[in-house]
């Protein structure tokens, strides 16, 4: 069994059902709940996606945590015109077999690094309200967790679902300014929209060689990013779409593939003319840096990754039933 134990939160859409992909069959990590939020879909369609992606990983015996359907103060704001209206591509994926845990997702997130300080990491792939109602109610949350790793705004200052910011934290910035002000440098790594739009662009001779490997996984991989693939030719420019979930779970299996990052004091635009930029402060007298920043990954280093975790095959479905805690 891998020794990095993972705690995931995502808005399960289809850069989040790779990321899980990675997590749980990639053979690097120890995947022991999965946290929902709303963002790309609402938390329902969420929870549903990470269900029916676990499945196909093989990994029914991992807990799926409904959470929060909203974000802090604000009116929910969906990423379906991206991603579909089920979150997955509108492919007409079949229902999962198991079903959600009744436990909140928050709980979780609170409980798990108590019974194992230390132990567990942290992955977060969708707007952060989990994480920042969670940290209202344990300020010292984020210290408890081995690190935590947030798929989370564009360093460089180019948007997705703007101008000027990621759609992570502009879907919920109060949530996002909560984890800045609780992060630390050593504990906290930030990955943006800006590194797999550099780093992580699957081509299409990437989307082809995925298509032939001809695996279950690979095939959901592709099928799934279907409209992202539409809504990157027509809004972003890219040649081919982008996997920035599926980027911040690599950097978390795998710190080795960052090639570039920085240390700095990181704030967020809570007004609506630049609503989620991030303000990120590299005076000499800015205050003390709270985020490392991954800026650049190594493209042939993830996307072998990618590529040999889609072209295994996973071992038979656990059964369905009560998800006990796993002993460590």
Known sequence: MPDLALVVDADTGSDDAVALLLAAAGGLGDVRAVTTVAGNVPVATATRNALVTLEIAGRRDVPVHPGCDRPLTRTASTAQHVHGQDGMGDIGLPDPRGSAEPEHAVEVLLSRPRRHPGELTLVTLGPLTNVAAALLR???????????????GAADLR?????TAEYNVWADPEAARVVLEAAEP??????????SR??????????LRLERLGTPMATFAHRVNRTVADWARDVTGLPGYDLPDAVAMAVALRPDLVVERERAYVDVVLGEETRG???IDRRRSAPAPNLTLVRRVSESDF??????TCARTPEPLAPSGSHEERPR
């Open 277 to 279: 930029q991030l303000i």
């Open 138 to 152: 344990d300020r010292d949350l984020l210290s408890r967790y081995r690190h935590v790793y947030c798929m989370a």
């Open 186 to 195: 050593d504990r906290v790594t930030w990955i943006g929209w800006d590194v």
């Open 303 to 308: 996307k072998r990754l990618l590529f040999d």
């Open 159 to 163: 948007g997705n679902i703007s101008p």
């Open 198 to 207: 550099k780093d992580a662009v699957m081509t299409p001779e990437d989307q």
